[in-house]
T-cell receptor, first 113, second 114 residues
Framework: DAGITQSPRHKVTETGTPVTLRCHQT?????MYWYRQDPGHGLRLIHY???????DKGEVSDGYSVSRSKTEDFLLTLESATSSQTSVYFC????????????FGQGTRLTVV | AQKVTQAQTEISVVEKEDVTLDCVYE???????LFWYKQPPSGELVFLIR??????QNEISGRYSWNFQKSTSSFNFTITASQVVDSAVYFC???????????FGEGTQLTVNP
């Protein structure tokens, strides 16, 4: 158990509303990631963080922003939710030598109606 | 740019059969890491193995084995004597040392029928 908690686990929201997903870790790992999982696409990186206030974009970052004000929390915000953002969102941390191994949270299923 | 291809979208086998899941990758780095993850119907992602690019030794863990071949850029996963509990989506992933992100393949849905 890598000590990763995602909240909420399920959410239904309306188009145009902002939504924030939270990822919390208990073990002080430096690297944290947000991925989305969609059928036929595997997992795609949205944003990642390599330290407090240090973040960078992934391959599908449009429409998303992130913040990391504390080591343990990495927030993903959908600024104005759209139906194309209906997905399962996974948070991950990197652990091990060279931070090479990634462990994932349980996922958040988000539905935008 | 790095890329991972899992050409088998779905595989269906009968219990006790052996099954191999294919993974082909592309990278310009000479040093990189390859991974396999399992996603059972419950949805969580379970880490199975990490392999370094400089270590081509094959690995066996119980009924699971992995065949890493740099010459063909492949990292295939074999389940011996499959069981119903092996039914899941399996993902192959690549991480270059020049970056800090994992790139995933599209996944292979394995169904093991009793």
């Amino acid at each position: 158990d890598a000590g990763i908690t995602q909240s909420p686990r399920h959410k239904v929201t309306e188009t145009g509303t902002p939504v924030t997903l939270r990822c919390h870790q208990t073990e002080n790992h430096r690297y944290m990631y947000w991925y989305r999982q969609d059928p036929g696409h595997g997992l795609r990186l949205i944003h990642y963080s390599y330290g407090v206030k240090d973040t960078d974009k992934g391959e599908v970052s449009d429409g998303y922003s992130v913040s990391r004000s504390k080591t343990e929390d990495f927030l993903l915000t959908l600024e104005s939710a759209t139906s194309s953002q209906t997905s399962v969102y996974f948070c991950a941390i990197s652990v091990g030598p060279g931070n090479t191994e990634a462990f994932f949270g349980q996922g958040t299923r988000l539905t935008v109606v | 740019a790095q890329k991972v291809t899992q050409a088998q979208t779905e595989i269906s086998v009968v219990e006790k059969e052996d099954v191999t899941l294919d993974c082909v990758y592309e990278t310009r780095d000479t040093t990189y890491y390859l991974f396999w993850y399992k996603q059972p119907p419950s949805g969580e992602l379970v880490f199975l193995i990490r392999r370094n690019s400089f270590d081509e030794q094959n690995e066996i863990s119980g009924r699971y084995s992995w065949n890493f071949q740099k010459s063909t850029s492949s990292f295939n996963f074999t389940i011996t004597a499959s069981q119903v509990v092996d039914s899941a989506v399996y993902f192959c992933a690549l991480r270059e040392t020049s970056g800090s992100r994992l790139t995933f393949g599209e996944g292979t849905q394995l169904t093991v029928n009793p």
